[in-house]
């Protein structure tokens, strides 16, 4: 399963599960959430990010892995 579909399902399951109206910030939290676990492919995005190559983690490998994620198909 694709980060989309990940993030997606994560949200329709809480939908599902209650009768109230979610407001942004709940919503940001299950999208947050169902982020937690990378995908091979956001993976291979940190992989691939040129600053990536040199240090553990910085912000251009976290938007590498990010924009990884919503290229998924």
Known sequence: MNMIER?????????????ETFNGE??????ITAMR???DKMILGWQD???CRDTYFDNDCYKAM????????
């Open 66 to 73: 990010i924009d990884a994620a919503l290229k998924e198909e």
């Open 7 to 19: 993030v997606a399902k994560a949200i329709n399951e809480s939908y599902s599960a209650s009768s």
């Open 49 to 51: 990010a040129q600053t």
């Open 26 to 31: 709940e919503l940001a939290r299950m999208a």
């Open 37 to 39: 676990e990378p995908t």
